[in-house]
């Protein structure tokens, strides 16, 4: 098999290929890597690109070959995230502040990658700290979308999504704290899922906001999601968070049947300010559900009102108790003309962190002071009380709740960096989910009329991932079905 | 000058002596080289998470129901935030919003009668690492082994008058965490130390003076005398006009004073708020039960039981209970020799003065209660005499010897025989006619000379009582 | 919310952080208009509603007292900066 056709190959199908004795895991890995060294330098969706994949991929090989690999992405590369701990590989985080971190062992996530017998073929671009939705704020240089060279991929899993979609890889991990797996898959046209807070251990997920982080697949399908899901969940005693849950169905998920299944659209996801394109699309997906026999309602949640405020405070104030850890001492930068222990942490993380990162650290610093905890964070933990009332309240009516995963397509390139305010909106559609920990996928829904894909959010309810996924790839189906 | 009065609060911290670190899997050994109980987690790598260790929450209310406290249903862990080398994750993972144990009270016995203090609360958290300031360098070293390993905060309420009554609260906190087995408080490792809160008033005053804040002392001893000087100190600035400053102040056991620590910038702000990485532990009342039903026999009743069960003095029952490792020692002698009296009696006289001899606590050097049993055993039947008891309770004290091939190694068996002891004595009435005349004809002390006579004869291996009976029985014969 | 300069101050000293003079400027901006929005939250009413820490309800897990890792100083210190055989070194600091 040419490397041209490997690249077209979704993760299943070049699984399959290698199990089959078409290719081999050595052949994709090459593949891959040279279409990286070959196209990532416009997208610059790598931070670093790991040749010695090659060699992990001859010893897969084998093992496929022995019997002892036997799993349905055995061989398969694949992409993570480099705010993912990596044994023996570089994990920046997009920072300078970890520019030089190499860590002594592996996130619970990539050692199920492993376990499964996938290669590793680099560790993907992002937001500095995972903080951002355009992926501009990595001191490692913006990622580019694949979909229009001034468009940002989104964030902050901007590198996982764009090298997914400029096929660099045939799969990714991405983390999604406040929609930073979904927003992006939805501004590269891939298919991204958030699992259920718990679904996926965070051990080795360098640390944002801890009660909102979670590792998700960003893949070309649902099926590839769908399936990677199966690899990386699971109880993890190393994360007393992780929960135990059964594995998906992939069979249910194929052969699911929307009919007779009900759909809320939340009044305020289709708001002013909502792109007429994006809300287009949205609309058109959720037409084509209904056909299939799905009952559509919509509802008013007018709790979403708050929902950016509650997001922003506490993950701000839960970022700035886990980045305070970095302190020029541990590891990553340090100045080395410090001979005074508080110099060495002010110039440290002065000199280490980007702007957007040293902002939410110091608003998180306010809303946790002595004086305005209870103004602030406490308020924000009884909006979350709220919030998650509002969202019980709607799974009890419906199976699944469908809105647009942003407002808008892809922003262009530098369009927020100068107004932060503006970029924390723009993530209006996908923090509620994480703030109430249920599982949401983006699912490519078509284009706007600059030819920019639009993502379609289908939202679970907590450990229901079967459902979205059945949704998603039912969804998948129908509208290929349409444009036939 | 007026007549002042202390007032003073004690925060108590205990290292817990479960095996593992309170949330990951090092060890917890005191002692160790730099940095080879540490791992990723409690050396704070990014992306490491938290494991929370059963044994420290079980621990944690057992002390509570101990101290006479209620014990919290629904527990939290939260962040208390600051910047320091020795604490990696630049937060320690505490307990302020939701303490496990809140309400209790420590009866003390001091001089002034009895009086009850009341603890504030108990927390859990995790300790910080070691600092080690090297000169040639001018740099700090840092040592991780000590990070999360488990601690009790035992917080009392601002109840103590007098250092009197901080010395017996600690030593009750002490014998209390011993005897539960959950912390072997050892000031001198670090596994207990104390901050001491105290302020001064006048007597008769209602409102509290200002307080100042003495860290990590590290003896009893040490405490005592801080108390005294910082309580003198506070009287003195005040009667001279001045103000007590709110701060932080080190004790210097060496010069005998204390100093304000370089004061730190501003009031720390510690941002505290529930850690999300770890989840909420919900006591239930069966787990309650559960653990009450495993609490072992505390100090109180134990003395009440041995001066009404098994009849030793107050005094008696006093010293032996305030030292969990004698009590073993104790409690497992008697059982053996099944004379409870006579085990306190050896473990008073006897075995308490070799360890004061060696300069060495019951903790330090173990002595095995079984061995001390046999002992007084074997002299209870007669076997060796109880100057030969003495000698092997030192040999076993010392090289931990077995007591019985020990007393036939050296040929302490005690001669009981009438028919080796009558030949011995029959020469001693034959060696020494005056005294016999003498006790004939009615000066009957001379019959402890004979005895000592007889004794020499002997080498000792005889019962003198035996020895008594049967030179009478000779003497009347003649 | 106001943010005043001593407020800025006040973060930038929890924070551990200095900005340079015009991204304390513009940082007083950004935080200004971000906390006019925040405030937003104030006209949500809360009267009576439990703050909700941990979203799951699941709780007491926990693991056993078991000594599962340790002795791997070299993988710890091998990050740092500043570092001997045995230990991380830090500026001497006082107490």
Redesign the interface.
């Known amino acids: 098999m040419d490397s041209e056709q490997i690249i077209k190959l979704s993760a299943l199908e070049l699984g399959k290929a290698i199990r089959n004795k078409e290719t081999t895991s050595e052949e994709a890995t090459k593949a891959y890597l040279d279409a990286i060294k070959e196209n990532d330098g416009k997208y610059n969706s790598y931070i670093t690109v790991r040749e010695e994949a090659l060699a992990e991929a001859r010893i897969i090989d084998e093992k496929i070959a022995s019997g002892e690999l036997t799993g349905a992405f055995a061989g398969v590369p694949v992409a993570v995230k480099d705010?993912?701990?990596t044994e023996g590989v570089l994990?920046t985080?997009g920072s300078n502040m970890?520019h030089?971190?190499?860590?002594?062992?592996d996130?619970t996530a990539v050692r199920k990658l492993k376990e499964e017998g996938m290669v590793i073929i680099g560790k993907t671009n992002m937001d500095e700290f995972a903080m951002g939705s355009t992926t501009e704020t990595s001191f490692f240089g913006p990622t580019v979308n694949p979909w229009g060279e001034n468009r940002v991929p989104g964030g902050s899993s901007g590198g996982s999504a764009a090298c997914v979609a400029a096929k660099l890889a045939p799969i990714s991990l991405g983390s999604d704290t406040g929609g930073s797996i979904r927003q992006p898959a939805s501004f590269c046209g891939i298919t991204g899922l958030k699992p259920t807070?718990?679904k996926v251990s965070?051990?080795?997920?360098?640390?944002f906001g801890?009660?909102l982080d979670q590792i998700g697949p960003m893949g070309r399908d649902a099926l590839d999601v769908a399936y990677m899901l199966n690899v990386i969940s699971g109880e993890d005693?190393?994360?007393?968070?992780s929960?135990p849950t059964d594995k998906l169905d992939l069979e249910a998920v194929k052969n699911f049947d929307v009919s007779g299944k009900t759909i809320g659209l939340p009044e305020q996801y289709f708001a002013e300010g909502m792109d007429e394109d994006v809300r287009a699309r949205v609309m058109e997906a959720v037409k084509l559900l209904e056909q299939a026999g799905a009952k559509v309602e919509t509802f008013p949640m007018p709790?979403m009102?708050?929902a950016?405020?509650?997001y922003?405070?506490i993950c701000c104030?839960?970022a700035?108790?886990n980045l305070?850890?970095?302190?020029?001492?541990?590891?990553?930068y340090?100045p080395?003309d410090?001979?005074?222990?508080?110099?060495?942490?002010?110039?440290s993380?002065?000199e280490g962190?980007g702007?957007e990162v040293?902002?939410r650290?110091?608003?998180g610093?306010?809303v946790?002071?002595?004086g305005y905890?209870d103004a602030?964070?406490?308020?924000?933990?009884?909006?979350?009380?709220?919030i998650?009332k509002a969202f019980d309240e709607a799974f009890s009516k419906y199976d699944v709740v469908i809105g647009p995963v942003a407002p808008t397509a892809a922003l262009k390139a530098g369009e927020s960096l100068s107004d932060?305010?503006k970029m924390?909106?723009g993530d209006i559609c996908t923090v509620l989910i994480n703030?109430?920990?249920v599982p949401a996928i983006s699912v490519p829904c078509g284009f706007t009329s600059d030819n920019l894909p639009v993502g379609m959010q289908i939202i679970g309810k907590?450990f229901d991932e079967q459902t979205i996924m059945g949704f998603a790839y039912a969804y998948e189906r129908l509208s290929k079905e349409a444009k036939q | 000058m007026r007549d002042y009065e202390m007032v003073i609060g004690l925060e108590v911290h205990c290292e817990l002596s479960t095996e593992s670190k309170i949330f990951c899997g090092c060890s917890t050994k005191f002692g160790g080289a730099p940095n080879t109980h540490v791992c990723?987690v409690c050396?704070?790598?990014?992306?490491?998470?938290?494991?929370?260790n059963k044994k420290v929450v079980e621990f944690a209310v057992k002390a509570g129901l101990a101290l006479n406290c209620d014990i919290t249903r629904n527990n939290k862990f939260d962040?208390k935030?600051y910047?320091y080398?020795d604490l990696?994750?630049?937060?320690q993972i505490s307990q302020l919003y939701c303490p496990i144990c809140r309400n209790g009270h420590v009866d003390i016995k001091t001089s002034q009668g009895e009086k009850s203090i009341g603890i504030h609360e108990i927390h859990m958290e995790e300790d910080a690492g070691k600092l080690v300031h090297d000169e040639v360098t001018g740099m700090t070293k840092?040592d991780f082994n000590r990070c999360g390993v488990p601690l009790l905060e035992i917080v009392s309420e601002p109840d103590f008058r007098s250092s009197e009554e901080v010395i017996a609260y600690l030593t009750k906190i002490r014998d209390t965490m011993q005897y539960l087995g959950v912390s072997d408080c050892k000031m001198q490792e670090g596994s207990m130390r104390a901050d001491v809160n105290l302020s001064v008033r006048p007597r008769g005053q209602a409102e509290f003076g200002t307080r100042t804040e003495m860290k990590n002392i590290a003896s009893f001893k040490a405490i005592e005398r801080a108390i005294e000087y910082e309580c003198e100190r506070q009287i003195d600035l005040i009667e001279g006009g001045g103000e007590v400053v709110q701060e932080t102040r080190r004790w210097d056991d060496e010069k005998e004073y204390t100093y304000a620590m370089r004061s730190k910038e501003d009031a720390q702000?510690y941002?505290?708020?529930p850690?999300?990485?770890?989840?909420p532990i919900v006591i239930s009342e069966e787990y309650l039960e559960s653990v009450k039903a495993s609490l072992p026999e505390l100090a109180d009743a134990k003395r009440e039981r041995y001066v009404s069960e098994l009849g030793l003095t107050e005094y008696d029952a006093d010293i032996i209970t305030g030292n969990v490792t004698v009590v073993k020692v104790f409690e497992t002698a008697g059982a053996k020799c099944g004379n409870y009296k006579d085990a306190a009696n050896w473990i008073l006289t006897d075995l308490l003065k070799l360890y004061k001899d060696e300069g060495v606590t019951p903790e330090d050097k173990e002595f095995d209660g079984d061995k001390l049993g046999t002992i007084i055993k074997m002299v209870n039947d007669g076997k060796i005499n109880r100057k030969s008891g003495k000698k092997i309770l030192t040999a076993v004290f010392e090289e931990d010897v077995d007591p019985e091939e020990y007393a036939d190694r050296n040929g302490l068996a005690q001669v009981s025989d009438a028919s080796a002891i009558e030949p011995a004595i029959r020469k001693v009435i034959s060696e020494n006619t005056k005294a016999v005349d003498e006790y004939k004809v009615g000066n009957t002390k001379n019959i402890q000379f004979l005895i000592g006579q007889s004794m020499r004869e002997l080498r000792g291996k005889a019962d003198p009582k035996t020895v008594k009976d049967i030179l009478e029985k000779l003497l009347s014969e003649l | 919310m106001e943010i005043t300069e001593e407020?800025?101050d006040?973060?930038?000293k929890?924070?551990?952080?200095?900005?340079s003079e015009e991204?304390r400027q513009k940082?007083m901006k950004?935080?200004g208009?971000?906390?006019g929005?925040?405030?937003?939250?104030?006209?949500?009413d809360?009267t009576g509603?439990?703050?909700?820490?941990?979203?799951?309800g699941?709780t007491n897990?926990?693991?056993e007292d078991e000594v599962t890792s340790g002795d791997?100083k070299d993988?710890?210190i091998?990050?740092?900066?500043?570092k001997d055989e045995d230990t991380?070194l830090?500026?001497?600091?006082f107490d």
């Open positions: 705010n993912m701990c994990t985080c970890l030089n971190f190499v860590p002594p062992y996130a807070y718990g965070r051990y080795g997920l360098v640390a801890s009660s005693p190393k994360d007393q968070s929960a709790i009102d708050y950016i405020p509650t922003y405070i104030a839960e700035c108790s305070s850890r970095y302190d020029g001492i541990k590891y990553g340090a080395e410090v001979d005074d222990l508080m110099e060495l942490y002010i110039r993380r002065s962190f702007m040293k902002r650290i110091m608003l610093n306010f946790l002071s002595s905890y602030y964070y406490n308020k924000a933990l009884q909006a979350k009380a709220l998650k932060p305010l924390y909106l703030i109430v920990g907590h | 990723e050396s704070g790598m990014p992306g490491t998470l938290p494991t929370l962040r935030n910047f080398p990696p994750k630049a937060y840092v702000d941002k505290y708020f850690d999300p990485d770890l989840m | 407020l800025i006040y973060l930038q929890l924070g551990r952080i200095r900005l991204d940082t950004d935080l208009s971000i906390m929005y925040i405030d937003k939250l104030n006209e949500l809360t509603v439990e703050p909700l820490s941990h979203v799951f699941r897990v926990m693991r791997c993988k710890i091998s990050n740092a900066a500043r991380i830090v500026p001497r600091t």
